[in-house]
């Protein structure tokens, strides 16, 4: 059984065969109990703010008024992508029937072009900010390996790491759509220019949190490691995969940890500043829009912001776990 799943199914368990009971309620309290008290304790301050403040789009939505927009939101996607098959199946049968009257005809399908569903923007932001933290990865821990094993490198490289770190990702957005409208010309595009500049304003703010942390944990390799890879007369690729690696593995994940959790938030702004399409210009719309639900959508969709963003730490988490080798460290 997956080691995860019988942490939590474990307490259950010896509950039910009478071992050590309480020492079990103890546990799942703590594992259940507090979660749940916490997030009841938060609606319930929530529904009471709410409920004191008026706007001019009308009352602050509470966990009801949220819910219900969500719903709505689904309701609508359900609705457009019934549009979306009823359009295909319309052409297909109109084609069918050129066919039959004229068998040299070549059927030609058009793409539906209906507006994108609340769960497309989703999609579309976690594709975004997967492809440029995935890039900035491959990028950032090599240089983080390479400044970590040598100080030459790390003297070459760190005044650059300081200067551009604590710029805000937001300011690269206009060089980065300038640079990617200039350069990037083409009669028959792969990505649209709009994904693009997304994706490498979320790669600029992944770089740095990777860089420095990957170079930290290099350098919590210990002499006496060094001193075994040079008995060994390891090679440096070697030295690397052998040594430096599994070292510096929580100190990495750190660094992605937070990287990616960065890229998230500003892949957010970048898309309200820029009107990208993604979660970020829905919320824009939506406030744009000014209707009555409005407030609602909005809510709606910066708890899935959130949620989203714990679920993206926690697959890094689950990552993390699995490319470790000391597989018993409790990693939070």
């Given at each position: 059984?997956?080691?995860?799943k019988w942490?939590?199914?474990?307490p259950f ?10 020492g079990q309620?103890?546990t799942?309290?703590k594992m259940?109990g507090?979660?749940?008290a916490?997030?009841l304790?938060f ?7 709410a409920?004191?403040i ?7 939505p509470?966990p009801?008024?949220?819910y ?8 609508e996607?359900?609705?457009e992508a019934l ?5 295909y ?17 070549e ?7 209906g507006?994108?569903?609340?769960f497309?923007?989703?999609g579309?932001?976690l ?17 983080g ?11 070459a ?7 551009f ?7 690269w957005l206009?060089l ?6 200039a350069?990037?010309?083409?009669d028959?595009?792969?990505f ?6 997304s ?5 600029l703010?992944?770089?740095?949190p990777?860089?420095i ?7 919590t390799?210990t002499?006496d490691?060094?001193?075994v ?14 040594i ?5 593995i ?6 992605l940890r ?7 938030m ?11 399409p993604?979660?970020?210009?829905f ?11 409005s407030l609602?959508r909005?809510?709606a ?16 988490l ?8 000391d ?6």
């Open positions: 059984m997956n080691p995860l942490a939590i199914i474990e368990y010896k509950l039910i065969i009478g071992e050590d009971r309480k309620i103890n799942i309290v259940v507090l979660p749940l916490g997030i304790i609606l319930l301050l929530w529904q009471g703010a409920s004191n008026q706007t001019s789009l009308g009352q602050f509470g009801v008024q949220t219900e927009q969500f719903q709505a939101l689904s309701e996607a359900d609705a549009k979306e098959q009823e359009f199946q319309r052409q297909e049968e109109r084609n069918a029937a050129r066919v039959a009257k004229d068998p040299d005809y059927p030609r399908v058009r793409e539906y072009t507006p994108p569903t609340f497309d923007q989703i579309r932001s594709i975004t900010v997967m492809s440029g933290f995935i890039l900035a990865s491959i990028i950032a821990i090599p240089i390996i390479v400044i970590g094993l040598s100080s030459n490198a790390y003297a490289v760190n005044p650059l790491i300081q200067v770190k604590p710029v805000s990702p937001l300011a206009p980065v759509t300038m640079v990617v409208s350069m990037y010309v083409t028959d595009p792969m649209d220019k709009a994904f693009l500049n994706m490498f304003t979320v790669l703010c992944c770089l740095w990777t860089i942390n990957t170079a930290a944990g290099v350098a390799v002499q490691l060094k001193n890879s040079q008995v060994l007369s390891l090679s440096w690729w070697t030295h690397v995969r052998k430096v690696l599994p070292c510096s929580p100190m990495m994940f750190t660094g937070i990287s990616l959790g960065i890229a998230w500003v892949l957010i702004a970048a898309e309200m500043l820029a009107q990208n993604g979660l970020g210009k919320v824009w719309d939506e406030f744009q829009n000014g209707s009555s639900d609602g909005i809510m969709a910066v708890i899935v912001i959130g949620i989203v963003g714990f679920f993206l730490d926690r697959g890094m689950v990552l993390q776990k699995a490319v470790s080798w597989k018993s460290a409790d990693i939070r």
